[in-house]
């Protein structure tokens, strides 16, 4: 049998020379932030080499594109720019705290 992790999202991305490492997040059922909104919480790290992670990404730009085929999912950029702005309104100032994507 294999374990299962389940994550709310991606923490941070840190490339070191040819080392990839993935934190992933959830989102904790008991802290709180200031406005009692769930503070993300560190879960696990995937460790990879720099040309594994070149491939995961082509494969999870494949999978995305057929979820927004299938109209599951909504790329920002096709939309208007209202709409998209309503939504970056909604999802609040979150920037990456990753000095890597800042």
């Known amino acids: 049998m294999s374990s ?8 941070e991305i840190t490339i070191t020379g040819t080392i990839v490492r993935i934190d992933l ?6 802290d ?6 769930p503070k993300p919480v560190f879960r696990q790290r995937i460790i990879m080499p720099v040309d594994a ?17 299938a109209g599951a999912v909504r790329r920002i950029g096709d939309m208007s720019a209202a709409a998209a ?5 909604a999802q609040g100032s979150t920037s990456n705290a990753s000095p890597n994507f800042n």
């Not at 299962?4 to 923490?11: C, Q, R």
């Not at 709180?32 to 909104?37: C, E, L, P, S």
């Not at 491939?55 to 730009?61: E, G, I, P, S, Y």
């Not at 702005?85 to 309104?89: N, V």
């Open 85 to 89: 702005a309503d939504i970056q309104a």
């Open 4 to 11: 299962e992790l389940y994550a709310d999202g991606i923490g």
């Open 53 to 69: 992670f070149a491939n995961a990404v082509d494969l999870m730009q494949k999978a995305l594109g057929g979820l927004v085929e």
């Open 25 to 30: 997040m959830s989102l904790s059922a008991t």
């Open 32 to 37: 709180r932030d200031a406005n009692n909104n």
